[in-house]
């Protein structure tokens, strides 16, 4: 039975008189109750049914209505759950974020777009038009629109048979980690590394080794050596734009890390997330077109460059593996849901996309240049160990001494949001680091936050 506003207010009045009494007194009839309220007996009727269904009333046709004996209050028991759910996979202080934050933080710790670097009039033109097509309210192929398949495959040099729509770049991790390895495997990661592809191994039940990079990308030497060590079948990379340091992984060292993984049979999870966030020259080609033999898994986003609302990504797989991934897909929801497929679609096939992509990398190189600047002027101990030349982070080396996880947290209390450099490293880290984003502050913000941070060092 619905439940009126004034119905509601005379529950409430007759929960507080009941709280008052004793349990079996007889509350005032419906008729007197009318009365005292000014309410008719319907109302009144309504008021009475909703508190005997919360228990503190129970009426008795022909003799009226009472208050009831209230249960015993007990704490609930979880302690079954701890046995039943065994060892967490997921650390949880991995998947913190510096909270909730209000509007007067800045904000140089969120991996997206700020509202204005984002095309939202374009993608609120091309939402009201999909929404506008049945395809939008349809079932979708489980592989994805054949339209979208091939816009994703042009970056990747790719057969459109070879693409996979997925739900955003996060959960296409997950995916791949869990379908290409089993429990139990290890993953090997460049370090310091994406905290989000350490939580996706995590979910998978995989094991980590961490494998140190420079500005040329991981060391080929030392991921041999991983390799030898643990038989692992599955390596993450970031060739392009690395999160959080910005490199780019060199020709020659592209080279190298692919014959590795050819002589040792191991896949390569190529995360693709900012090759649309160029900022200083071209992206280098994807890793996947310089392999023929399908050791290269790729990923593709456009939450990063377009929107974090637009949750669609891509997968590049190309043989047995590339089947594997496209059979297992529909266990997960069956399809990515086709608005979102059309507006992405609508999206990379229109003159827009070159137009945003042309605005977002003026835009983001103001803002890059404006904090290496602010660095430079107000943190003089502090060093940005690569000017990256795409990407969306800056990698800051703080005085030794500095603990990275008091600073931040000591930032986040000053109002401003930066990362923790623990948190991009599997094994403890062998300097202090903490990582600044540029793309989700304005300048004025994040000059203002860069100054905060330095008064806290």
Known sequence: MAIDNRAAEIADMLKLQATSM??????PSVRELSKTYGASPVTIT?????????????AEPGRGTFVAKLKEQTEPDYAWQSSALGRSRVEPGRVSRPGSHGLEDVQLSWGYLAPELQPFDELRTLGVRAAKSHRAWTMAPPMGLPELRRA??????????DMLIMPGGQQSLVFAMRTLADPGSTLITESPSYPGATIAAQAAGLGLAAVPSDAEGILPDK????????????????PCYANPTGAILSPGRRVEVLALAKSHGAFIIEDD?????????????????QDPDGHVVSIATLSKPAAPGLRVGAIAARGPAGERLRSARIADDMCVPPLAQEIALGLLTSSAWPRHVKRLRS???????????????SMPGARVVNIPTGGIHLWVRLPEGIDSTALTAAAQSAGVLIGDGK???????????????????????IQAGVRRIATLI
Not at 22 to 27: M, N, Q, T, Y
Not at 232 to 238: E, R
Not at 363 to 377: C, H, K, N, S, Y
Not at 425 to 435: G, L, W
Request: net charge negative.
């Open 22 to 27: 004793r349990a079996g007194d007889k509350l």
């Open 46 to 58: 309504q008021a009475i049914t909703t508190l005997s269904a919360l228990g503190i009333v129970r």
């Open 152 to 161: 994703f495959a042009t970056d990747f040099s790719a057969d459109v048979q």
């Open 223 to 238: 991921l041999a050596d991983a390799l030898e060590r643990t038989h692992a079948k599955l390596i993450y990379l970031q």
């Open 273 to 289: 997330w900012a090759r649309n966030l160029s900022l200083d020259g071209a992206a280098p080609p994807p890793l996947f077109t």
């Open 363 to 377: 835009g983001l190189l103001e803002r890059r240049d404006a904090m290496v600047a602010q660095i430079r002027e």
């Open 423 to 445: 948190h991009y490293y599997v094994d403890e880290p062998a300097a202090p680091h903490i990582r600044l984003s540029f793309s989700a502050a304005s300048i004025a913000q």
